[in-house]
């Protein structure tokens, strides 16, 4: 079975478009939209479900009209409207090594620091400011750290953990 831990979400199904049940995809990013995949995971009542692509057109640089296998008709389109898209991490993160650090692939990953232990989980990636930073989600309190690679002194990608050399007092701020 699939779970949050294989997969990274990509964008969201917005509407359907004409009566042959396309659908608007918009991705989070351009980098996502120039994924080629067959398929994609929608996650239906928290269960992770592969759609397979029977043809796209992109209407924008982030934004595609797609004609899902199964979907044949408005009506069946319209189920799927503000539905959350997956890709599996593996083909994010391969074409994430092609391209300038992909920090939103770290979403799920421990934070560890070498002097203070574990700090928490990663649960957001915020893009908002200048420097992209991780929202981290500690034992009592939830944490701004810089995703920057000058602080990250490890990844272990098995045990799902990035090991961080962080600022001193950058935790208690």
């Known amino acids: 079975m699939i779970t949050d831990n294989d997969v990274l979400q990509i964008g969201r199904l917005l509407k359907p478009h004409g009566i042959q049940g396309e659908i608007v995809l918009l991705f989070d990013k351009e980098t996502y939209a120039d994924i080629d995949s067959s398929f994609y995971f929608f996650d239906i009542d928290g269960i992770f479900v592969p759609f ?13 009209y797609v004609k899902f296998e199964s979907i044949d008709d408005q009506s069946v389109a319209a189920r799927y409207c503000n539905t959350p898209v ?7 993160q391969s074409v994430a090594a092609d391209n300038a650090p992909n920090f939103d692939f770290f979403v799920g990953y421990t934070v560890h620091d070498e002097k203070k232990g574990e700090i928490g989980k990663i649960t957001f990636v915020d893009h908002s400011t200048m420097n992209v930073l991780f929202v981290v989600a500690g034992s009592e309190t939830e944490h701004l750290i810089p995703a920057t690679e000058d602080f990250i002194t490890e990844i272990d990608d098995n ?3 990035i090991r961080m050399e962080l600022p001193e007092g950058l935790i208690s701020l």
């Open 52 to 64: 397979f692509v029977e043809e796209m057109r992109f209407h924008t640089d982030i934004s595609a």
């Open 86 to 92: 997956f890709l599996p991490r593996t083909v994010v």
């Open 159 to 161: 045990q799902k953990i």
